[in-house]
């Protein structure tokens, strides 16, 4: 996971973001996360989170919604979050399913 602060003063709540995202069965994990300082009390969290390949995509936008949700609970601070899916695919998996560049729409 790549994280990325742009100032000192956020640097405290980054783990605790990325605690928030990875704790629940939503995602698998978080990809370069961004958290900017909009104001002293307000954070903006951008990023990717890994989905499985069998996911439908209204699930994914289901579970981004209870993520954010979280994480704007545990973080009090976070008032603008933006997070996009990206499929995982295993790397030492030889022979990729379609799932792994194709995001089904419908079940």
Do not use: C, N, W
């Not at 002293?40 to 989170?49: K, T, W």
């Not at 954010?68 to 933006?82: D, T």
């Amino acid at each position: 996971m790549d994280a990325q602060v742009s100032d000192h003063a956020a640097q405290d709540d980054v783990p605790k973001v990325i605690e928030a995202i990875e704790r629940g069965p939503e995602v698998q994990k978080a990809l370069r996360i961004m958290v900017v300082p909009i104001s002293p009390d307000r954070l903006l969290v951008s990023g990717e989170v890994t989905v499985p390949l069998d996911k439908p995509l209204s699930s994914i936008a289901r579970d981004l919604d209870v993520v954010e949700g979280r994480v704007r609970h545990e973080v009090p601070k976070v008032h603008e979050m933006f997070l996009s899916a990206r499929v995982y695919s295993d790397p030492d998996q030889a022979d990729p399913p379609t799932e792994a560049f194709v995001v089904r729409s419908i079940d």
